[in-house]
Each structure stands twice: as C-alpha cells, then as structure tokens.
C-alpha cells in the first residue's frame, strides 16, 4: 500500500489530467493542438477508466477519462497504466471528492502477490490537493487487508488462519484478543457454531478482539468467517462451491472495518467477534433435520446444511447483544438470493432502526460504496417457525431467500440497534479500481456512517 503513494518531497512529478467524456473538448483544451488531435487519432474518448500517456511538451505528461464524472473509482486504472514513479493530478477535479480520488488510484493499483509476483510496481500518486491523505491511506490499507484475505484460499486461510490474522491486529494496535476453540465452544456455550464446523481438520471457534475505552459507547461487529463452503451433506455442485474460499468474506469486511475503527482512534469500545468454521463433510457433520442448541436458548431444527453461516452468526450475535452494545452490526456473504436481487457491486442492508438505516444510506453516498435497505418483512417471520423446534434455519419453498435469513438473525439480536450486510465480497471481474477478486463492500459505507455517528463528521 505504501508504494501506491509518493510524498510531498518528491521531485519532478509527473502530471496527469482529468478528462471527461461529457466535456470532452473543454478538458482537452489545456493541451495543444496538435495533442488534441493525436488524442483524438488515438480513440481516447474520456470514459470511464480510460488512460493515455501523452508526448513530453504536450501541457500535461498523461490523461484520464473519467466518463461523466459521477465515479472517483473510474480514476483506478491510472495506477497501473501509467508509467512507474511519482504522478501528480494537475486540473480541475470536476466535482469529484479528492480524498475519493486517491482512495480509487489506490485501489486500482492492488496486485494479490501471495503466490504470484507482481506484473510490475504500480505508479505513485502525489498529494491530492483537499484530500485527508492520513483517511486514504487508513481506507486503503483496510480494503486490500480485505482483499488479501478473502483472495487467499483456504488451504492458508482457514480458522486457525483467521485466528492469527485478527490476533496480529490486536497487538499491531494495542487491542486484546482470544479464541475460544473447538469442544470448548460447546463448554462456553456456543453449540451452533460447534456444529457447523466440528467435521472439518481445523476446530471452528469464536475469535474476539476488544479494544477502546470502556467508558465510550461500546460497538460490536460481527462476521462470518466460514473459511470454506462445501454445502455439507446438502454438498453444493462443483460450479457453486468453485468460489467457497470466499466465504469468509463478511468476517474479512469485519476485521476490516475493525482496523479502520483503531486506526483513526475512533472514540468507541470496540468488540469484534469473527465465528470461524470449515462447513466440511466428514462422519461427524451436523445433518437435515437435526436439532441445534443455540446460545441464545432457542432450538433450530436444520432444512439446509447448506444454510450454515446463519447457524454460526446466530452464537455471534446473541455473545455481542450480552454485552448491550450501543450499536452492532454484522456482516456475512449468507445469500445467494441477495446476489439475485442486486446483483455484485450493490451491498443489500437491513435494520430495525429507522435513523441507523438513514446514516448508512448516507454513508454508502459519501464512501463511493452503494448499499440498499431491504425490508425486514415481519410477514415472512413466521415461515421460519419450526415445527418441532423454536425455529428452522431456512424457510420452505425458496421465496425472499435475503429476507428470511435476515429475519432469523433478528430472532437473536432482540431490542439491540442493528444492521445486517448480506455481501458478495468479491469482483466478478476487472473494473476500474475494481480487480477481479476479493472486496471490501458494504462495510466502506458503514465506516462513513460511524465517523459520522462517533467521529463528529470526519
């Protein structure tokens, strides 16, 4: 992440210009004739993500379209098409937030390296003028520690993994951490999330952090961390469980967003509790139509093992709500049906609170990181009643599958105010400042709405 910036000392940038399809030729009209016209011999029209290195002598050393400007994310691709070294943004911005623009440069130069060298060091970007340089940097290495974790796959990145991950963050900034793992779930009284990964080689367990001073207002965040998703004995089919790596993505998006918070020294008493797991197939797998405990004390009578990351988030939730936060929030890749309705870039959200869902709406606005409340129908509670327990973990015959599992998560959050992200976490494939890959969504938005809620509006 470092290398994606350049500082203040350094000399002899180049520049690079803004360039708006819309406004074509007044933005182009800084730079010679003679460059207007090799601009526009060369196909280079201003939309979105389109770069161009110009000639020495041409008013400006490199342009990027930015389409209507209506999104800094389409200034991303600049970072790795233009040439190695310092760059600085010369023009005007067009309206488009500067700390946003320097957000977007720097996700547009991420490169997962784990197992692969890089194809080459992106350029550097200088300063932007209006920008708060510290938050971008805050935000930038938030979301490539996300991408970074939800691209790894499970072979390094299982519970035992996650463990290490949320315990180097704990001593990077001053936090406490634990784990409590295998059998002892069950002593600790966590069954669902025992259940669902007592099958697999490494133990589930619940990973918490605190950090903060107690005398703030306490904020919990919570996210399922199932390492890898084979559906169980409802084993998914070899195209659905190809991206199961990615099932721990939520929780990545809650360490995430956990990092963000102690990062800037947010004025909260923060507790993060990742419930990680394998949903793995072995003699001992949890089966339909068996009856779980729960630690909130009701009884969940399985349809779906393949409806697990609810089962593991029902624990989470109801250890956060025992501690009365004055805000929690979780976030989980738990639907398939919320991909259908909204699709890959669109993170669906739901509350039972009215002002918390206008402060998110707000803050998927300022983030650049689009969200979209989805209704905790009441009409639809009853279809996860059991018959032969308190509840089921999946509701029959398929309808409002997002809803229904938002509305099991409600039957353990109580009174508490709450807001539950059911995300994708993942990039279909290569957009600007977007690479194929894992994603930091939904929680972006979430961290604008706390700065906003605890930060006094920074």
Same mark, same amino acid.
């Given at each position: *992440?470092?290398?994606?910036?350049?500082t203040?000392?350094e000399?002899n940038?180049? +520049?690079?210009?803004?360039?708006?399809?819309?406004?074509?030729?007044d933005?182009?009209?800084?730079?010679?004739?003679?460059?207007?016209?090799?601009? =526009?011999?060369?196909?280079?029209?201003?939309?979105a993500?389109?770069?161009?290195?110009?000639p /020495?002598? +041409?008013?400006?050393?490199?342009?990027?379209?930015?389409?209507q400007a209506?999104d800094?994310?389409?200034?991303?691709?600049?970072?790795?098409?233009?040439a190695?070294?310092?760059?600085?943004l010369?023009?005007?911005?067009?309206?488009?937030?500067?700390?946003?623009l320097?957000?977007?440069w720097? *996700?547009?130069?991420?490169? @997962?390296?784990?197992?692969?060298?890089?194809?080459r060091?992106?350029a550097r970007?200088?300063?932007?003028?209006?920008?708060d340089?510290?938050?971008?940097k805050r935000?930038?290495? +938030?979301?490539? %520690?996300?991408?970074?974790l939800?691209?790894t796959? $499970?072979?390094d990145?299982?519970?035992?993994?996650l463990?290490?991950?949320?315990?180097?963050?704990?001593?990077?900034?001053?936090?406490?951490?634990?784990?409590?793992?295998?059998?002892?779930?069950?002593?600790?009284?966590? !069954? *669902?999330?025992?259940?669902?990964?007592?099958?697999?080689?490494?133990a589930?367990?619940?990973?918490?952090?605190?950090?903060?001073?107690?005398?703030?207002?306490r %904020? $919990?965040?919570?996210g399922?961390?199932?390492? #890898?998703?084979?559906?169980g004995l409802?084993?998914k089919?070899?195209?659905?469980?190809?991206l199961?790596?990615k099932?721990?993505?939520?929780?990545? &998006?809650?360490?995430?967003?956990?990092? %963000?918070?102690m990062?800037?020294?947010?004025?909260?008493?923060?507790t993060?509790?990742?419930?990680?797991?394998?949903?793995?197939?072995?003699?001992d797998?949890?089966?339909?139509?068996?009856?779980?405990?729960?630690? =909130?004390g009701?009884?969940?009578?399985?349809?779906?093992?393949?409806?697990?990351?609810?089962?593991?988030?029902?624990?989470?939730?109801?250890? $956060?709500?025992e501690?009365? !936060?004055?805000?929690?929030?979780?976030?989980?890749?738990?639907?398939?049906?919320?991909?259908?309705?909204?699709?890959?870039?669109?993170?669906?959200?739901?509350? &039972?609170?009215?002002?918390l869902?206008?402060?998110?709406s707000?803050g998927?606005?300022?983030?650049?990181?689009?969200?979209w409340?989805?209704?905790?129908?009441?009409?639809?509670?009853?279809?996860l009643?059991?018959?032969?327990?308190?509840?089921?973990?999946a509701?029959?015959?398929? #309808?409002?599958? +997002?809803?229904?599992?938002?509305? @099991?998560?409600?039957? @353990?959050?109580?009174?508490t105010?709450?807001?539950?992200f059911?995300?994708? $976490?993942?990039?279909?494939d290569?957009?600007?400042?977007?690479?194929k890959?894992?994603?930091?969504?939904?929680?972006?938005?979430?961290?604008?709405?706390?700065? /906003?809620r605890?930060?006094?509006?920074?």
């Amino acid at each position: *992440m470092t290398d994606l910036f350049a500082t203040s000392r350094e000399s002899n940038p180049a +520049s690079v210009r803004l360039i708006r399809s819309s406004h074509l030729e007044d933005d182009l009209s800084a730079l010679g004739a003679d460059v207007r016209a090799l601009v =526009k011999r060369s196909g280079f029209s201003g939309r979105a993500g389109q770069v161009m290195t110009l000639p /020495e002598g +041409s008013g400006a050393d490199g342009i990027a379209g930015v389409g209507q400007a209506n999104d800094p994310q389409s200034f991303g691709p600049a970072a790795m098409q233009l040439a190695e070294g310092a760059w600085r943004l010369e023009g005007p911005l067009h309206g488009l937030d500067p700390t946003q623009l320097a957000v977007s440069w720097a *996700m547009g130069g991420y490169q @997962f390296t784990r197992y692969k060298a890089a194809a080459r060091k992106p350029a550097r970007l200088m300063p932007v003028d209006g920008a708060d340089m510290d938050e971008a940097k805050r935000i930038t290495a +938030s979301i490539h %520690l996300v991408r970074d974790l939800v691209n790894t796959p $499970a072979q390094d990145m299982g519970p035992e993994a996650l463990q290490d991950v949320v315990a180097a963050l704990a001593k990077e900034f001053g936090a406490k951490s634990k784990s409590t793992t295998g059998d002892k779930l069950l002593k600790d009284n966590y !069954p *669902m999330i025992h259940a669902v990964g007592r099958a697999a080689a490494q133990a589930p367990r619940l990973i918490e952090l605190e950090w903060g001073n107690p005398e703030h207002p306490r %904020l $919990a965040l919570v996210g399922k961390g199932i390492s #890898f998703d084979s559906g169980g004995l409802d084993i998914k089919s070899a195209a659905g469980m190809r991206l199961m790596k990615k099932d721990m993505g939520g929780a990545a &998006n809650a360490i995430g967003l956990a990092r %963000l918070v102690m990062d800037a020294k947010l004025p909260v008493h923060l507790t993060l509790y990742v419930a990680a797991a394998e949903n793995a197939i072995g003699a001992d797998a949890f089966r339909p139509g068996d009856v779980l405990n729960s630690r =909130k004390g009701l009884t969940v009578e399985i349809d779906n093992t393949d409806a697990e990351g609810r089962l593991v988030l029902g624990d989470a939730i109801a250890r $956060a709500v025992e501690t009365d !936060p004055d805000l929690l929030l979780d976030f989980a890749t738990l639907t398939g049906a919320a991909r259908v309705a909204l699709g890959p870039d669109v993170a669906p959200f739901y509350s &039972n609170d009215p002002e918390l869902s206008e402060a998110i709406s707000r803050g998927g606005v300022r983030a650049n990181d689009p969200v979209w409340q989805m209704p905790l129908w009441d009409n639809y509670d009853s279809w996860l009643d059991g018959s032969i327990s308190d509840l089921k973990n999946a509701a029959s015959g398929g #309808f409002a599958g +997002s809803i229904t599992a938002a509305l @099991f998560l409600r039957r @353990f959050v109580g009174e508490t105010r709450w807001a539950h992200f059911d995300i994708f $976490a993942w990039n279909p494939d290569d957009r600007p400042a977007r690479p194929k890959g894992g994603e930091m969504l939904g929680s972006r938005a979430a961290w604008a709405m706390l700065c /906003e809620r605890y930060g006094e509006g920074r």
